[in-house]
């Protein structure tokens, strides 16, 4: 059993940073696949990154190139930092932890989630 926590959320303005932690409690969760998910309201869960225990990383294509997901095993989170963003990164991000991770990309290939946090970007 694993518990998820998201933390980092916040209102920023366009163009800025924000690193999203979300620490992990459970056993051996350094073997398990980490995604970030967001949603905004009316619009599905959409996949955002992930990051596997080997330390391999995949994007969506809407956030290739300034996000940046990490992990440090010894403290039990995993971040998601948020470079140049915009008004359309405006959701609530979820992580989510996959024992198996055979499906990165959907969430229904993840086991476990946190409740989410709130970034809004303003223009």
């Known amino acids: 059993q694993v518990q998820l926590v998201e933390s980092g959320g916040g209102l920023v303005q366009a163009g800025e940073s924000l690193t999203l932690s979300c620490a992990a409690s459970?056993?051996?969760?350094?073997?398990?696949?980490v995604g970030w998910f967001r949603q905004a309201p009316g619009e599905e869960r959409e996949f955002v990154a992930a990051i596997s225990y080997s330390v391999t990383t995949t994007y969506g294509d809407t956030v290739k190139g300034r996000f940046t997901i990490s992990r440090d095993n010894a403290k039990n989170t995993v971040y998601l930092r948020m470079d140049s963003l915009k008004p359309e990164d405006t959701a609530k991000y979820f992580c989510?932890?996959?024992?198996?991770?055979?499906?990165?990309?959907?969430?229904?290939?993840?086991?476990?989630w946190g409740q989410g946090t709130q970034v809004t970007v303003s223009s």
């Open positions: 459970g056993r051996a969760f350094n073997t398990y696949t």
């Open positions: 989510a932890a996959s024992r198996y991770g055979t499906n990165w990309y959907n969430r229904n290939g993840y086991e476990y």
